[in-house]
């Protein structure tokens, strides 16, 4: 996987100086060893050099589940 993200950065700024360099995947918005991989990933990239300006969570949610990724029920006050 490193290599990947490596590869895909390496001439986005040069294409687009505007354009931000992210990393996506799913399991890794709560406390997990997949969310702790990510994080050590994302250090590990950017202690190389590698410009990773955010992280995205992907998540798949069905029409009757009425809870934020949070746990909070998505209702207003």
């Known amino acids: 996987m490193d ?3 490596v590869l895909g ?6 294409a687009d100086p505007d354009a931000r ?3 996506n995947d799913y399991n890794v918005e709560g406390a997990n060893a997949k ?4 994080y050590n990933l994302v250090q590990s990239l950017r202690q190389q ?6 992280v995205g ?3 798949a949610r ?3 589940d ?5 746990g909070h029920s998505g209702a207003s006050p």
Do not use: K, N, W
């Not at 950065?9 to 040069?14: I, L, S, T």
């Not at 969310?35 to 990510?38: K, N, Q, V």
């Open 66 to 70: 009425t809870q934020t990724p949070s």
């Open 35 to 38: 969310s702790t991989a990510m």
């Open 57 to 59: 969570f992907q998540a």
């Open 21 to 23: 360099l992210c990393i």
């Open 9 to 14: 950065g390496e001439g986005h700024r040069a």
């Open 3 to 5: 290599l990947l993200v």
């Open 49 to 54: 050099g590698v410009p990773v300006d955010c």
């Open 62 to 64: 069905s029409s009757g």
